[in-house]
């Protein structure tokens, strides 16, 4: 591993300190570890849509962000709709690209690893048969997805192919998209 | 540990569930060779005897290596002699045993952390047509129906498995969650001869970076085989083995495997490659690099460009799964708070700081990186018998168990 300049402390803007804190706390009290992520949608028209995020419940207690956050959805005009908003499924590739590159930047603290630039991009292969019902055998969602960074840093090839692997290892969207989990959908 | 503490002129005795070297005999596939060469098993005051120091013990060979040893030492044991309960009382410990209870001030548990095949929960899903053993309880691939195989897990047993099963043509399936990649060979010796003179093997706990990451690794992906062949993800795949991602869950009769197959071999590849730099900057600065044959790098793991997610059971013929997943200690007989949450021992180096006098042996990392190795026991036996006949004192005449 590259050590930097032992005058310019490695600062990514990750408090690993604190990470490290919370990991040690955390083992010697799990409920305080059992976190819910939430979510709310209404719908507007056609394929359009607005989700709102506000409040999580963690570490015992309702926990609230700064201000809530507003997602707006829909689909492409050559989908025939009004193209107003992402796609869904490109907000998932969002998702998982800033869980990854979230990733990046506390490993590569964690590593004393300085980064210049981390930039990727993604692609997903889908068949949408699939989705439209044209063929029972092709499955709804992605038939792969591909990620490509491009990371400058104070560090060999190895240790920032290294600090990519520990990100996806690491990585909750990654794990959600890499297993399967079982979902519950009811009507109240 | 018996050789040291009459070395140090402690009273003991050595209480055995069965017969000496019992697991060897009882819990081992039929194939099964130590994967440390023969030179390496080191015992205090018992070398390497013998013309083929750098084969690898069969289980036969094993059994009679240890007996040899036990008759050397000649340690005031008891056989057959199953422990029921080991409970603090006011002088120390009692050890309740079938052949009686014994008092006494220290204990050493050295009954290892290889005690109970770790069986996910998912099995219970698996359809009751199909066969479920564990690498505990499988024998040889003669013993398996006919038709195909599932091995869940490629830590060694896993892969050596895997490759035996599907060379005697039942077709293997091999799902691979995180994993150690090495090489029997590099550059001429043998790793474990590498992981010897670098000091690898001797790195102590208290010195290691991450010592709960250290102690929860998997073995090397390698086996002791006499043409000393790899059995890694490429060697498997060369073979014809399929190799899939982590067993995820099965549902209706198909097994799903994670996605997360390419990231785990490309962890595992970087990690191989950094022990490889290692022992390349040890020859180095060594002067041993002239010695051996010039380093190189084996070929990273091939992955199919999109491995099978799923696997229907019956279509794809599966008779019988084998469960490579793991071991975990049994401390059912323990009547002493020294177990964390999950069911593990607290030890500070094999020495339970909670409960005085009380020692554990044989756990991964427990004092060095070799703790696990017949080639590690020696050294931590010396260090906590030192810290044992230390906290006895100058009072003699204790008894204490290993």
Known sequence: ?188 | MSWWLAKRSIDHVVLERGEVANTWRTQRWDSLTLLTPSWQSRLPGHGYEGDDPDGFRTMDETISFIERYAKIVSPPLRTHCPVTSVAIDSDGYQVVTEQGTWQCKGVVLASGAFNIAQVPKLSQEIPSRIAQLTTAEYRNPGSLEPGGVMVVGAAASGAQIADEIHRSGRPVTLAVGEHVRAPRMYRGRDIQWWMDVTGLNDERYDRVENLRRARALSSFQIAGYRDRRNIDLNALTSLGVSIVGRLAVIRDGKAQFSGSLRNLCELADLKQYRLLNTIDEWAAANGMSDGVEPPHRPEPTRIDASPPLGLDLRRAGIKTIVWATGFRPDYSWLQLPVLDAKGNMRHDGGVVTEAPGLYVMGLPFLRRRKSTLIDGVGDDARDLSAHLASHLGVRSGSDWVA
């Open chain 1, 1 to 188: 591993m590259t050590t930097p300049q032992a005058d310019k402390p490695v600062d990514n803007g990750v408090n690993v300190e604190a990470l490290f804190g919370a990991q040690a706390a955390l083992s010697k009290t799990p409920e305080a570890a059992r976190f819910k992520w939430r979510s709310t949608v209404e719908w507007i028209n056609g394929t359009h849509s607005r989700s709102t995020i506000e409040g999580f419940y963690g570490l015992g207690a309702e926990q609230k962000h700064k201000k809530p956050f507003v997602f707006e959805a829909d689909h492409p005009e050559v989908f025939a709709a009004q193209d107003a908003a992402a796609t869904p499924v490109e907000i998932v590739l969002a998702g998982l690209a800033s869980c990854l590159t979230a990733g990046v930047a506390a490993v590569a603290q964690a590593r004393k690893v300085q980064l210049r630039s981390v930039s990727a991009t993604l692609e997903a292969g889908m068949d949408i048969r699939g989705i439209l019902g044209v063929d029972e055998d092709v499955r709804n969602g992605f038939d792969g997805i591909k990620v490509t960074y491009k990371i400058d840093a104070d560090a060999s090839p190895a240790d920032i192919k290294a600090i990519v692997a520990q990100s996806q290892k690491r990585s909750a969207v990654y794990d959600i998209i890499t297993n399967p989990t079982n979902v519950t959908v009811e009507v109240a």
